[in-house]
């Protein structure tokens, strides 16, 4: 079992930045990828951006170039560094771990709210 805790969501304007961080406890040494999605209410999870183990990151179109995603294995903590935020960010942010295996967990989400 994996358990994820996420923090630093919170409110901005238009152009702003934020930091999400996301903590793992349990059975981390299980895990090979880390990562960011997001939903908005009535649509469907959709994915930010994944970290492996190896510090390899992807990210979707829609944040590249502004939001960069970093992992500290030694603390079992994933990061979130969104830049250049805009309106249509504003939803709740999920923390997800996939581990070799492929069982995933999820956190219980932050919030991220832009105003313009």
């Known amino acids: 079992q994996v358990q994820l805790v996420e923090t630093g969501g919170g409110s901005v304007q238009a152009g702003g930045s934020l930091r999400l961080s996301c903590a793992a406890s349990?059975?981390?040494?299980?895990?090979?990828?880390m990562g960011w999605y997001r939903q908005a209410p009535g649509k469907q999870r959709e994915w930010v951006a994944t970290i492996s183990n190896g510090g390899s990151t992807t990210y979707a179109d829609s944040v590249k170039g502004r939001f960069t995603i970093a992992r500290d294995n030694a603390e079992n903590t994933v990061h979130l560094r969104m830049n250049n935020l805009k309106p249509e960010d504003t939803t709740v942010y999920y923390c997800?771990?996939?581990?070799?295996?492929?069982?995933?967990?999820w956190g219980e989400g932050t919030q991220v709210t832009v105003s313009s």
């Open positions: 349990g059975t981390t040494f299980r895990i090979a990828l």
């Open positions: 997800n771990s996939k581990s070799y295996s492929s069982l995933t967990y």
